[in-house]
């Protein structure tokens, strides 16, 4: 965006499926994942010196992730909606390109239902959450 500022967004998704097999002559059925991340955020460069800087950043996320157990019959459907922030350093070993290492925190809040799906039961439960989920990452950026 500037010189002192950037817009950056982030999508991830994983999925996971565990296949059927039989231990003790009892078959285990598949369990299935599938977890959702979307977020935007804001940094602002707060000094450079030479081609490495420090730079502060927060924006919005939201997540999803489902999960069924084919054995136990049970279902979860969990999400999320907050904040997060940063702090890292960065260094720009090219124009257009840049190692940097970071540390997170957010704060949000979740929604939880546990589901058995003969009906026998269901659970929902709702939290606010503060911590560090993605405590440190390393990357690689490419500015276009």
Known sequence: MSDNSACRFGVSISASTNLSNKIDNVVITKNENLYLNFNVQYLHYIKTVNDISLYLGSGPYYSRTFYKSGRWQ??????????????????????????????????????????????????DSQSITIGSG??????LSVYL
Do not use: C, H, P
Request: net charge negative; aromatic share 16%; no cysteine.
């Open 74 to 123: 049970y279902r979860e459907n969990n999400w999320s909606v907050g904040l997060n922030g940063i702090i890292g350093m960065e260094w720009f070993f090219n124009d257009a390109m840049s190692l940097s290492g970071e540390y997170g925190m957010s704060a949000g809040y979740n929604e939880k239902r546990n589901t058995n799906t003969e009906g026998d039961y269901t659970t």
């Open 134 to 139: 993605n405590q440190f990452k390393i990357g």
